[in-house]
């Protein structure tokens, strides 16, 4: 299978960092994205790792083992918007799709 | 179009009816995809499309599913004989080339009642 493992659930705090960590079978690896889901809306692209290290984008950063089949996405200075869903995605050799995992539901408390 | 557009936003069906999803990509998109997300999980492939070939199918969970996109451009997942277990949100993406990001539509939540 190619299992991919979130947490289910997150709580965080307004202005606080938040890590979500994603895991992954190995074997094929050709990519990881991270999307964004408000309830009820389309997810939105995030990042894309495919390489070792860390990817910064503004307030996001997303980090990538390939070796150990571990991924992260690092939210910091928390938004009350920032509450949503967050999709880890792997693309595989041998598809064309990306297989997501269950997705972390973040919630920002004031 | 500017987005990926579906329709309808939702669909309520009577369980052993017919539906029809209409999914329009990004004008020039080579690639479009069909997932299936049920509540609170995530995004489960079903098919996807390569300008109108259908490339792999192997997600569609039953013969009641099927797709088409006939000219390369607008998709339709039909779901024949609906059953309660189809309720779900489905989304729609397309990519400009294959292995690149998606664009995701805002989906169509099917209810079966």
């Known amino acids: 299978g190619q299992n991919i493992d979130q947490p289910t659930e997150m709580t965080a705090t307004e202005g606080a960092i938040v890590q979500i960590n994603c895991t992954y079978q190995t074997s094929g690896f050709n990519g990881l994205f991270w999307y964004q889901q408000h309830a009820g809306e389309a997810p939105t692209f995030l990042s894309y790792n495919v390489l070792d290290g860390l990817e910064e984008k503004g307030r996001f950063s997303s980090f990538l083992s390939r070796s150990k089949g571990y991924s992260y996405l690092l939210l910091k200075e928390l938004q009350m918007k920032d509450s949503a869903s967050y999709l880890c995605?792997?693309?595989?050799?041998?598809?064309?799709?990306?297989?997501f995992g269950p997705g972390t539901r973040l919630s920002v408390l004031p | 179009g500017a987005g990926v557009s579906q329709s309808p936003r939702y669909k309520v069906a009577k369980r052993g009816q017919d539906v029809a999803l209409r999914c329009d990509p990004i004008s020039g998109h080579v690639s479009l995809f069909w997932y299936q997300q049920a509540l609170g999980q995530g995004p489960e492939f079903l098919t996807y499309?390569?300008?109108?070939?259908?490339?792999?199918k192997s997600g569609l969970p039953s013969d009641r599913f099927f797709a088409e996109r006939p000219e390369g451009s607008v998709s339709t997942l039909k779901i024949q004989r609906t059953q309660q277990e189809d309720s779900a949100v489905y989304l729609c993406?397309?990519?400009?080339?294959?292995?690149?990001?998606?664009?995701f539509g805002s989906g169509t939540r099917l209810t079966v009642v």
């Open positions: 499309f390569q300008n109108e070939a259908q490339l792999d």
């Open positions: 993406a397309s990519s400009l080339r294959l292995g690149e990001g998606y664009t």
């Open positions: 995605a792997v693309r595989y050799n041998y598809g064309q799709n990306f297989v």
